[in-house]
């Protein structure tokens, strides 16, 4: 889960730099945006930005109702990033057609891999939408996400794990 948390960290840091890049913020602010840090070469103006703005959600979030908005939020924000997950995968599958010519080691991941996981996006955002049988219990489907998601890489993992290690500890990634 942590990885996961990680990665969109590092994904939604890109978006930030990407939409500061194109004009889509305040041009007041944008500059802020669009450039690393010099000494340790990473976005720390973008990820400083979403611990602000999850530190404000947090916050707001303790406020206790009638309705729980931090379990509706998370499930929303849940079933976007499935189908965030959904259509990249699809859009690489596209890429990788279109760059076939290039080279197949660019894109090694076959197409099974590829159907396989848009199968469980596909039940993860169908199963969003079925409410469970007895009121008492929660809604499990953030946890088949995250399970899903965590078996989901630990099979890709395995497959392709075309790691090569030299003699001096260095390791070189395939990808």
């Known amino acids: ?14 978006i930030i730099k990407y939409a500061a890049e194109t004009g889509f913020m305040p041009r007041r602010i944008s500059s802020w945006f669009t450039s690393y840090r010099i000494r340790s070469d990473t976005l720390c103006n973008q990820l400083s930005a979403q611990f602000i703005y999850c ?4 916050f ?3 406020i206790k109702n009638k309705y729980n908005i931090s379990d ?28 076939n010519i290039m080279g197949p080691e660019i894109f090694s991941i ?11 996006i596909f039940f993860i ?3 969003s939408f079925v409410p469970p049988g007895d009121s008492d219990f929660d809604y499990i489907i953030p946890y088949c996400i995250s399970w899903s998601a965590t078996i989901l890489g630990l099979i890709i993992w395995y497959i392709r794990k075309d790691f090569f290690f030299f003699p001096n500890g260095k390791c070189s990634v395939r990808i």
């Open 1 to 14: 889960m942590m990885l996961m948390i990680t990665a969109m960290f590092f994904t939604y840091s890109r």
């Open 55 to 58: 530190s404000i959600l947090s």
């Open 60 to 62: 707001i979030f303790l």
């Open 110 to 120: 076959s197409i099974y891999m590829i159907i396989i996981y848009l199968t469980i």
């Open 72 to 99: 509706f939020c998370s499930t929303t924000s849940q079933y976007s990033a499935m189908i965030y997950h959904g259509i990249s995968a699809l859009c690489l599958y596209k890429l990788k057609r279109r760059l």
């Open 125 to 127: 955002i169908i199963a």
